[in-house]
């Protein structure tokens, strides 16, 4: 009440009062004006009263040279709630005063403003500075006038951002000791959420929200915004929390309560969890967090006290305490939560608060409604689909040879595990090389960071799910039970009998697109093949299909295949743009896929499952002809458990344990590829070494079909590129 006093107005004391903690431009005073009318008009279009601004005293002396360069000019804005709207009311829309004010000032082309918080429950201090030299930079927390019932706090090391003002920690509701390895796929599934993101309590202003993560921010930064979006909607601190980073539910050894289970279920409906380690303290004004992600891979530490004091954090001995007074010592444990409701006084254990979530709403019916359909699949039994002739030209046109088939495909079936190989490839990388290569070649496996570490996922397989849902995905903003109307299956892998079951249960239209291009069509055949199916699949979703099937089984002698991995991240990345991702799944029929890599690539490129179906008639063909002593029901299990453990290998050297969020994320480097093919059909890969371009692909596709569908089809190639041949890949050690 002084500062208000201070610039000249009487306090309200029948109306709350918010406090907007500004940066502004510190050199630019023309810029500076025009963030104070962008604010100030903001508050006032929405109609609150300004009681005025106010300069917040620092002590710069304890600031390093760069930081005091880019230091920004801090002012708070004082805020009544003139309206007399309840507080819940009036913190939803002061977050949405902010996101108006972020959207204007974007337009406006001014970088610099950055409001920290605006909130009638909470003031953010932050900057670029040590930890012992906050209260020393800001006066305002060393006045004994200054009271809080809750302070979060949190020091970082900045490791994937460059260090800035703005990115210092704690953003709006969070502070997060960690790294979010399902970033990219996590920002491009919001994206896509976004256009169906609709809420009652929002109404009208459900627009002035998007996007929901601004450009730019950081890992963390990007987890607080989705977080504080679903508490503004009306979710509560730990409910957001247990959405987006849920623990480890579906293979306990010891099972989880029912009721637990039923909401984990739900929560997997609703969205993609948030994964990597993760130490979370979070705050909604009412509640107060602390929570760990389903690794548990960061500490995080508690004590309570006599006189009702919650100290918890990543180091024991944080805060001095009278050891004498201390009630209770512990750590939080993988996915576990710690929560205080302060409009009660009461803290909740890890038990006691997600016993409180289970019961908050009838999750066990809802969960009613999401079909689990591998048991439908088990039973079915496989056949083919080519045989003969027909099915040795679609090998060699998908690139088949018989080193691949005998190393590679045949001990999957038979053994359930991909097989080993010494380390290294001294094959030239796939642009170079002169043999037809797949396009998963040009791709490379990104790892985890330094301070991140990657997953056992065979001694930590507990932790990890290849759970897979499919269909129509909902709002995300909506708390029932339409969101659970999905369809499940615990991996993405669908074999040829199965994939016809599948489909005799999906609950909406299905469509079937053709990659394929003519074979004499002109040098941009392919791109405008590719133009083809983005625009099939654009108006197959719009006109209510809620599965799309992407096939390239249609190809013959005059229609070459496209590259499954283009034409799927081709649609994908269309669909995300179009925001109408979440609309449908996205089905993949590929006749060169054979190898866990190829199927990572594809669900990190988007798909929903994949049928390897020249892949299964292969093995068929081998049964047949007596070169395999076993059923193709029994192989194809055998093959499915290999590619589900290669798939779960592969997400855990970048740390991700869902197969949820690794879908469409492209944690891949692209070596090969040209930059522009990239940046237009796999948005957000970096290609580090450029090379073929759409029409170089072309050319490579072209050429591998004529041999398979002109040439002589009585045998395969031998190979020659994982073992040194005379008619195969050229190797560096190889005979002269």
């Known amino acids: 009440y002084d500062q208000i006093r201070r610039t000249g107005h ?3 004391h029948d109306e709350l009062i918010a406090v907007g903690q500004v940066f502004l431009p510190r050199t630019n005073f023309g810029a500076q004006e025009t963030c104070r ?57 002061l977050y949405v005063i902010r996101r108006r004010i972020e959207k204007e000032a974007t337009n406006s082309g001014v970088t610099e403003l950055y409001v920290a918080s605006m909130s009638c429950r909470s003031i953010i201090y932050k900057g670029m500075m040590l930890a012992e ?18 302070a979060i706090y949190h020091q970082r090391y900045s490791t994937n951002t460059f260090p800035q003002w703005w990115l210092a920690q704690p953003f709006r509701m969070l502070a997060h000791n960690g790294e979010i390895n399902t970033l990219k796929g996590n920002i491009n599934w919001m994206k896509s959420h976004e256009i169906r993101m609709a809420s009652t309590t929002f109404g009208d202003m459900a627009e002035d929200i998007k996007p929901i993560i601004p450009a730019g921010s950081s890992d963390s930064a990007a987890l607080d915004a989705v977080f504080e979006m679903m508490v503004r909607a009306g979710r509560d601190a730990p409910m957001a929390k247990t959405i987006l980073v849920p623990e480890s539910w579906s293979k306990q050894a010891e099972e989880l309560p029912k009721s637990w289970r039923d909401m984990y279920s739900y929560c997997n409906a609703v969205m993609e969890p948030w994964d990597g380690p993760a130490a979370l303290a979070m705050t909604d004004g009412r509640w107060v967090c602390a929570g760990l992600d389903r690794n548990g891979l960061r500490p995080m530490r508690y004590v309570v006290t006599g006189d009702g004091l919650l100290i918890a954090g990543s180091e024991t001995g944080m805060v001095p305490i009278d050891e004498s007074i201390v009630r209770q010592k512990g750590a939080l444990g993988p996915g576990q939560l710690l929560a205080v409701d302060m409009t009660l006084g009461k803290l909740y254990d890890d038990i006691a608060i997600k016993e409180k979530l289970a019961a908050s709403q009838p ?36 690139g088949y040879s018989i080193e691949e088939i005998e190393q590679i495909l045949v001990p999957m079936a038979e053994t359930g595990k991909e097989s080993l190989a010494s380390m290294g490839d001294d094959t030239p990388s796939a642009v170079l090389s002169k043999m037809y290569r797949p396009l998963s070649h040009y791709f490379r496996q990104n790892f985890s960071q330094v301070t991140n570490p990657p997953i056992d996922s065979l001694r930590e397989f507990r932790v990890m799910s290849l759970k897979t849902r499919f269909g129509n995905l909902k709002n995300v903003l909506d708390d029932s039970s339409p969101q659970s109307e999905i369809l499940v299956l ?65 190809s013959n002698s005059n229609k070459v295949a496209m590259p499954m991995i283009l034409a799927t991240s081709a649609v994908h990345s269309h669909l995300t743009s179009k925001g109408l991702r979440t609309f449908t799944s996205i089905n993949v029929r590929s006749a060169e896929c054979i190898d866990p890599h190829y199927f990572a690539v594809l669900v990190g490129a988007g798909a929903t499952v994949v049928n390897a179906y020249l892949a299964e008639d292969s093995l068929a063909d081998r049964i047949a002809r007596g070169l395999m002593n076993v059923k193709l029901n029994d192989a194809m299990a055998q093959y499915r458990k290999a590619v589900d453990q290669g798939l779960l290998k592969i997400m855990s050297k970048m740390g991700i344990s869902v ?6 994320g492209l944690n891949f480097e692209a070596v090969g590829l ?15 070494i450029s090379g073929i371009g759409v029409s170089g692909v072309q050319k490579k596709s072209v050429e591998v079909h004529e041999i398979g569908w002109l040439g002589a089809a009585h045998f395969l190639p031998m190979g020659g590129f994982y073992k040194s041949r005379k008619s195969g890949e050229t190797h560096a050690w190889e005979a002269q």
């Open 37 to 93: 009318t962008i604010v100030e008009s903001e508050v006032l279009r929405m109609g609150y009263y300004i009681h005025g601004w106010r300069h917040v005293p620092v002590e710069i002396d304890c600031l390093g040279e760069k930081a005091n360069a880019t230091r920004p000019e801090i002012e708070q804005i004082l805020i009544s709630n003139s309206k007399g709207v309840d507080e819940e009311t009036f913190e939803r829309e």
């Open 133 to 150: 030299q906050v209260a020393e930079f800001y006066p305002d927390l060393r006045d004994q006038r200054f009271e809080s019932t809750f």
């Open 659 to 664: 197969i949820s969020s690794y879908r469409g």
């Open 674 to 688: 040209s930059r522009a093919m990239c940046a237009e059909y796999f948005p957000g890969l970096i290609s580090r």
């Open 10 to 12: 009487e306090p309200r």
């Open 490 to 554: 615990e991996s993405p892998f669908v074999a040829n009998s199965q994939w016809d079951e599948l489909k005799r249960h999906f609950d909406s239209e299905l469509v079937e697109i053709d990659c394929s291009f003519n074979k004499n069509g002109s040098a941009n055949a392919l791109r405008q093949g590719l133009e083809r199916i983005r625009a099939e699949a654009e108006d197959a979703v719009r006109s209510g299909f809620g599965h799309l099937v992407l096939t390239d089984h249609l």
């Open 363 to 398: 999750f066990g019916s809802w969960v009613k409604k999401i079909k689990e359909l591998d048991n439908a699949l088990a039973h079915v039994t496989e056949s083919a689909i080519f045989i003969g002739d027909e099915l040795r030209r679609r090998q060699i046109a998908a």
